[in-house]
């Protein structure tokens, strides 16, 4: 084989592997649009984040706090936090077993693992298999979409006062929209990177 050969098989390896490098980051932030009734009206969305179908889940979980979309942790999480709710982040969760029997199932069914969603892929690759996050924002992740956003935006700000407040910034997020094109910030509006 001479030279002129051996670089040319050397360029396509190294463009081929370019490429396939380029494809597999290229999934966790693609974006699409999604039609959503109201006639013509797109909206564009980080993910299609599957909406809450649990009764119980969302009137048990919501009533302190943004019932967080099941697609977000994997199941080992969502079972450690459903196991020990007797000191749920500090606060009594306790349920009644018939309740939490329910909400426990819903959680594992569709936690991240479970999930079909480019989302909930780019979150579980976010995460080493012998981590157990409690917390969203514990997640690789979510680290890394909310890296550019100043504290004094959030914790120091009265309106939002955490990361895990995502209702503040996300007004779609109960429609499984977290699209950060959609992002407005309380006493600050829109969030442009």
């Not at 979510?142 to 995502?166: D, Q």
């Not at 992002?183 to 969030?191: E, Q, T």
Request: negative net charge; glycine residues 6%; proline residues 4%.
């Amino acid at each position: 084989m001479n030279k002129k050969h051996i670089w040319g098989a050397l360029l396509l390896i190294g463009s081929l592997t370019l490429a396939m490098t380029t494809l597999s980051w290229s999934d966790e932030d693609e974006r699409w649009e999604h039609e959503r009734g109201e006639g013509n009206r797109f909206w564009h969305e980080t993910s299609n984040v599957p909406m809450l179908t649990n009764k119980a889940y969302q009137t048990e979980c919501s009533a302190c706090h943004f019932a967080y979309p099941a697609s977000f942790l994997p199941e080992r999480s969502w079972l450690k936090i459903m196991t020990s709710l007797e000191d749920h982040f500090g606060e009594n969760a306790e349920l009644d077993n018939d309740t939490q029997a329910v909400i426990t199932r819903y959680l594992q069914n569709n936690a991240a693992d479970q999930s079909p969603s480019r989302f909930s892929r780019s979150i579980l690759r976010s995460i080493r298999t012998v981590d157990t996050p409690l917390r969203i924002s514990e997640t690789g992740f979510f680290k890394r979409k909310h890296h550019e956003i100043p504290n004094r935006m959030v914790v120091g700000n009265a309106k939002v006062r955490s990361f895990s407040n995502c209702l503040s910034c996300h007004s779609m997020a109960e429609k499984g929209s977290f699209d950060e094109d959609a992002v407005r910030i309380p006493g600050f509006g829109r969030w442009e990177d």
